[in-house]
């Protein structure tokens, strides 16, 4: 590496990241959840709360559409730099701190302010949202082989108590992702809100089912240290306890609530990213390989700034272990007409998504049933809804 952001590889070609600095947006928009309580603070008026929101949901999808999409990918013989280069992990580390800081000054702040009800619900929504950031902070730190890194993915995975992310995620979600077995992929006709009864607790029980096989096999307890679900939740307690025995427990609903946002912004991402994707068992009853066509993409720049490229989802499902500025941008795979802050949305209008995402997922699976995840309850009026076959043409993979 001659000098910051510039890679040779070894047949001399050079390599220069022009997305270096932009990562620091992953720190900057959850940042911005100070500014709501910090304008409170100055005018008492608990309307400006929402401001972080309406940036969150609404700037960011315009922002999406007006600077556009990315489809460069860094040439494959400097990927060994690029991963090796500490400043993409150090910005991942920097935003630990940012996380957990949120979480303590929202409880502080909601703790010891007289707010209104809409100004609960917008800091339940903001802090929820953090929780939400923690989790995909989660998600990238814990597909890494080191023990630092994936300790501080269950670090952040804990103030919005959702530590079984660690285990379900790697072992469950990964596994069995386009699959009906997954609860964590979303049907075609199914809404968000019909996939949350479905997501949320299958999700938990998975996890807890493996890592339970996993200490069994090992001749422990499942109640013991080991288990890495109880590992995060211990951090959890402790925080909680906190922020209880400080502010009284008047604050648990607060509590709560943010916690369930945060396992509602994941919820939310799991549908978008598979809805109506399927792989197909091959000749020995197993299923193929994961593809980068079984998840749908995104490329739109600066929600993928924002969440470390989470939205190059095609090549993380097909290749977990690749770390976030190495993602790329795969041809005639699925995509999403906006990043996911919009797509987010969209989803919470179930009529709204059907009519966006229906005919595109129908045209990437060539009107064929076969290569659909449907919700059961809905297969056949789907059928006859929209003319899909169950043509003769081989599925996509055999």
């Known amino acids: 590496m001659s000098k910051a952001g510039e890679f040779t590889g070894p047949s001399g070609v050079v390599y220069r990241d022009r997305k270096r600095h932009l990562w620091f947006s992953s720190i900057f928009v959850p940042a911005i959840v100070f500014i709501g309580p910090l304008l409170y603070l100055a005018n008492g008026n608990a309307l400006m709360l929402w401001i972080p929101l309406v940036f969150y949901y609404l700037a960011v999808p315009v922002l999406d559409m007006l600077i556009g999409e990315d489809r460069s990918n860094p040439p494959e013989e400097v990927v060994p730099q690029l991963e090796e280069d500490p400043y993409y992990r150090w910005v991942t580390y920097a935003l630990v701190p940012v996380i957990w800081g949120a979480w303590f000054f929202g409880a502080w702040f909601v703790g010891t302010q007289d707010l209104p009800w809409h100004g609960l619900l917008a800091m339940i929504l903001l802090l929820g949202g953090t929780c939400g950031v923690g989790i995909n902070l989660g998600h990238e730190l814990g597909h890494k082989k080191g023990k630092g890194e994936r300790w501080l993915a269950k670090f952040v995975l804990a103030p919005c108590a959702y530590g079984h992310f660690f285990i379900e995620h790697n072992k469950g979600h990964h596994r069995d992702v386009a699959t009906p077995e997954d609860p964590a992929s979303s049907r075609m006709g199914e ?30 307890s499942v109640w013991s240290l080991d288990n890495e679900i109880i590992q995060p ?49 091959t000749k020995t009853g197993r299923y193929e390989r994961t593809q980068p066509y ?60 059907y009519r966006l995402m229906d005919k595109r997922l129908l045209e990437h699976a060539g009107y064929d049933a076969r290569n659909i995840n449907f919700d059961p309850d809905k297969r056949e009026a789907l059928i006859r809804k929209y003319g899909i076959q169950h043509g003769d043409a081989p599925p996509r993979i055999v």
């Open 294 to 353: 079984h998840s749908w993409n995104s490329n739109h720049m600066f929600s993928n700034w924002a969440t470390f490229h989470l939205q190059r989802h095609s090549d993380h499902h097909a290749h977990p272990t690749r770390r976030y500025q190495s993602l790329r941008h795969f041809d005639d795979v699925p995509s999403l007409p906006n990043g996911y802050f919009g797509m987010f949305l969209v989803s919470y209008i179930p009529p709204l998504w």
């Open 233 to 281: 939740a211990i951090i959890t307690a402790i925080a909680w306890g906190v922020v209880l025995a400080l502010f009284g427990i008047g604050i648990l609903p607060y509590i709560l609530g943010t916690a369930f946002w945060g396992a509602f912004q994941l919820t939310s991402a799991n549908y978008i990213e598979h809805y109506g994707l399927l792989r197909h068992k």
């Open 191 to 220: 809404s968000i809100w019909k996939f949350v009864l479905r997501e949320i607790p299958g999700a938990a029980r998975r996890a807890w089912k493996l890592e339970q096989e996993r200490l069994e096999s090992r001749g422990k």
